[in-house]
């Protein structure tokens, strides 16, 4: 079956401008994950989504980052007043129910880049 | 707080040589424990997972791993290297709780020569 895509793939934005990356979990999972993987450094934790509700924001790293799950499927990432440091990949994961030591899926990531 | 370090950045081993990455997690408790693996311009694929069943984990492609509550480790091996291997490697601990969280080490970086 399909598995965690994420959309756009690549994203070339300027300093201070707003952009939304997208995600679209496996089909029935209830949980959803953002993580930011900078360059040389491991996937860090941003958010969880347990069916439409953010579970978990606290590693999201300032205000100017935000994210939906409008009907507990597809999410969107958004950040607005983008800076050089947010150039990052961003993956999502989903998780049929969101437990400890339940197997997370990944998608292949979206690679924001702000000049 | 739960956390795993890698202990090598980069590893380089020989086609057909073993191989052994290290990781070490720091928990108060038993904790989950996975390793991922990230090809070039590819998304993470569990290699493995150990939730608290048998210490020694089998996972795809000729990978496994052994818990060591003594010793706080979590080592990734493998008998005979293949040049299909040639990736990034980490080991991840599950945040304590009903959320499953994951913690990434820095990442292990395996090169195989022919």
């Known amino acids: 079956g399909a598995g965690v895509s994420q959309t756009p793939s690549n994203k070339v934005t300027e300093k201070g401008k707003y952009v939304e990356l997208r995600c679209d979990p496996i089909?029935?999972?209830?949980?959803l994950y953002w993580y930011r993987q900078s360059l040389g450094q491991g996937p860090e934790f941003l958010i969880y989504?347990?069916?439409?509700?953010?579970?978990?924001d606290s590693g999201l790293p300032n205000d100017r980052f935000f994210a939906v799950r409008p009907e507990g499927s597809v999410s969107t990432l958004k950040i607005q007043r983008t800076e050089r440091g947010d150039s990052a990949v961003y993956l999502c994961?989903?998780?049929?129910?969101?437990?400890?030591?339940?197997?997370?899926?990944f998608g292949p990531g979206t690679r924001l880049l702000v000049l | 707080a739960q956390s795993v370090t890698q202990l090598d950045s980069h590893v380089s081993v020989s086609e057909g040589t073993p191989v052994l990455l290290r990781c070490n997690y720091s928990s108060s408790y038993s904790p989950s424990l996975f390793w991922y693996v990230q090809h070039p311009n590819k998304g993470l694929q569990l290699l493995l997972k150990y939730t608290s069943a048998a210490t020694l984990v089998k996972g795809i492609n000729g990978f496994e791993a052994e818990f060591k509550k003594s010793e706080t480790s979590f080592h990734l091996t493998k008998p005979s290297a293949h040049m299909s291997d040639a990736a990034e490697y980490f080991c991840?601990?599950?945040?304590?709780?009903?959320?499953?969280?994951?913690?990434f080490g820095k990442g292990t970086k395996l090169s195989v020569k022919p």
């Open positions: 994961a989903s998780s049929s129910l969101g437990l400890e030591g339940e197997t997370q899926y």
């Open positions: 089909s029935g999972h209830t949980a």
């Open positions: 989504f347990q069916g439409t509700g953010a579970a978990d």
């Open positions: 991840v601990v599950s945040q304590r709780g009903s959320q499953g969280n994951l913690i």
